[in-house]
């Protein structure tokens, strides 16, 4: 069975940092994260391909937060520095099977359950 578990996320001030992963069971060619705000449609946060370790980022999150995957652990993370109030969401891990290296659209395939992410004010 395929599972993609997620960590991390949680209650920082503005400015802070906070640190996501997200394990995977399965070989993939691409893991990433997107993320949801209330009221806003789910939009790409950051992506990585396993095999070269090629990454994509959100414009809106580029030099703040840095992908990373673990292939000893088979696992991605996502460290979130700078944090603003607007990155307040739920962040979601996915993992792609599709050989593409238009990270931002591919289809990603399946989903983890997701973990919330605050930052206040």
């Known amino acids: 069975q395929v599972q993609l578990v997620e960590s991390g996320g949680g209650l920082v001030q503005a400015g802070g940092s906070l640190r996501l992963s997200c394990a995977a069971s399965?070989?993939?060619?691409?893991m990433g994260w997107f993320r949801q705000a209330p009221g806003k449609e789910r939009e790409f946060v950051a992506a990585?391909?396993?095999?070269?370790?090629?990454?994509d980022y959100a414009d809106s999150v580029k030099d703040r937060f840095t992908i990373s995957r673990d292939s000893r652990t088979s696992t991605i993370s996502l460290q979130m520095n700078s944090l603003k109030p607007e990155d307040t969401a739920v962040y979601y891990c996915?993992?792609?099977?599709?050989?593409?290296?238009?990270?931002?659209?591919?289809?990603?395939?399946?989903w983890g359950q997701g973990t919330q992410v605050t930052v206040s004010s």
């Open positions: 399965f070989g993939w060619y691409a």
């Open positions: 996915a993992a792609t099977i599709e050989n593409s290296r238009y990270l931002k659209t591919v289809t990603y395939n399946y």
């Open positions: 990585v391909t396993w095999r070269t370790g090629m990454k």
